[in-house]
């Protein structure tokens, strides 16, 4: 028994909405950090047949290209799909009290709200998106797009980094494509 180890699995996938907008700094380094919290919404049917709802509130933090692909595209109530870690933090207060929290750190975001083709041509560009509502009328049909944190790697531009993907029903999405929040 004193040889056997636990396995080191730390894995969260979660879909939600985000609850406001993203925040996005930079560390002292220049590193970029998005924190967000989502909304995740449980129905079930109690013991007397009533349905009922649970929501669970998660904080989600990203970091390098992914922080900075959330901040571009990301906006309260969109809807995402996460893949990350949980992770515990604390920091000293002002007033030298302890505070702790556990978030997610995501490795993966998959922005389930359906964007224009232009936005997805933008974001890959590197361009600003000018228009973050809804799409128009006849505009082009919509996509959705997934970004993964990369393993450790060299540091280059951070334009040329981010992978943005058109999803095609052939194409690996979490299995959450057609997902109703």
Known sequence: ????????????????????????????????????????????????????????????????????????????NHS??????LQSRNWHNEDGSTRNVVEIRARRVQFLDRKTERDVEELAAGGEQSDKTAPAPGTAPPES????EPAAEPAKPAVEQIQIQKIEPTDFDFGYQDLKL
Do not use: Q
């Not at 996938?13 to 380094?29: H, Y």
């Not at 924190?35 to 989600?60: H, L, M, P, Q, T």
């Not at 797009?145 to 993964?148: A, C, F, H, V």
């Open 145 to 148: 797009k997934r970004i993964e």
């Open 1 to 76: 028994m004193a040889d056997l180890k636990m396995p080191d699995i730390n894995n969260v996938l979660i879909a939600g909405n985000l609850t406001s907008d993203p925040i996005f700094r930079k560390t002292s380094n220049g590193t970029a950090v998005v924190n967000f919290y989502i909304a995740s919404n449980r129905k079930y049917r109690d013991n007397s047949g009533i349905w009922r709802e649970n929501i669970c509130y998660v904080g989600v933090v990203a970091w390098h290209r992914l922080a900075e692909a959330c901040n571009e595209v990301l906006k309260k």
């Open 80 to 85: 995402v799909l996460i893949d990350g870690e």
